[in-house]
């Protein structure tokens, strides 16, 4: 398995639609037991989740719809500096 961040930058008109979809859809399985960081109540409309898969493209596929439209999946790998 590989590591992606996922980000969802999108216009602040799209939020309340955002959240209504995975309101209605529920988590996305790759979702669960992870920390989403969130920074739109600060006014940068963005979102952020570390998750697992064999792909980028398959971790999109499984987003609902319009959270997918506004993603992306790019490949990380984790360093710890001394």
């Known amino acids: 398995m590989a590591t992606f961040m ?18 209605e859809m529920g988590t996305p399985e790759v979702y669960k037991g992870k920390d989403f960081l969130c920074s739109c109540p600060y006014g ?21 719809p319009l959270f997918r439209s506004h993603a992306k999946a790019l490949q990380i790998e984790t ?3 001394s």
């Open 44 to 64: 940068e409309h963005n979102g952020w989740v570390v998750v697992e898969g064999e792909t980028g493209e398959a971790i999109l596929a499984s987003l609902p």
């Open 79 to 81: 360093m710890q500096f």
């Open 6 to 23: 996922l980000t969802c930058e999108h216009p602040a008109e799209v939020c309340e639609a955002l959240y209504k979809e995975q309101q």
